[in-house]
């Protein structure tokens, strides 16, 4: 019965900044890592970023030095800080967390668009 609530999507202009959150409702047993996801119109999703309990980050290379993840263990929450924000950034962001064994959780999607 895990939940995913995002939020923090919105329309901003090129250069600004968002920050998006995603809180898991409830434990999740096994939870090994969480992340964000991209989709925009007639691509498929990729990766933007993600964080080990540990701590550790990976990136996209379209992101590197843009975006930044962090998580709260104890709460079950990742944020996406994005900075300098470009047009080719608009998508609908997704959450996730991958958990042992073979499970991963989504989110719902939040928009977020890049416009003068």
């Known amino acids: 019965q895990v939940q995913l609530v995002e939020s923090g999507g919105g329309l901003v202009q090129p250069g600004g900044s968002l920050r998006l959150s995603c809180a898991a409702s409830?434990?999740?047993?096994?939870?090994?890592?969480m992340g964000w996801y991209r989709q925009a119109p007639g691509k498929q999703r990729e990766l933007v970023a993600t964080?080990?309990?540990?701590?550790?980050?990976n990136y996209a290379d379209s992101v590197k030095g843009r975006f930044t993840i962090s998580g709260d263990n104890a709460k079950n929450t990742v944020y996406l800080q994005m900075n300098s924000l470009k047009p080719e950034d608009t998508a609908v962001y997704y959450c996730?967390?991958?958990?042992?064994?073979?499970?991963?959780?989504w989110g719902q999607g939040t928009q977020v668009t890049v416009s003068s």
């Open positions: 996730s967390i991958v958990a042992f064994p073979a499970r991963t959780y």
């Open positions: 964080i080990t309990r540990s701590g550790s980050t």
């Open positions: 409830g434990g999740i047993v096994g939870l090994a890592a």
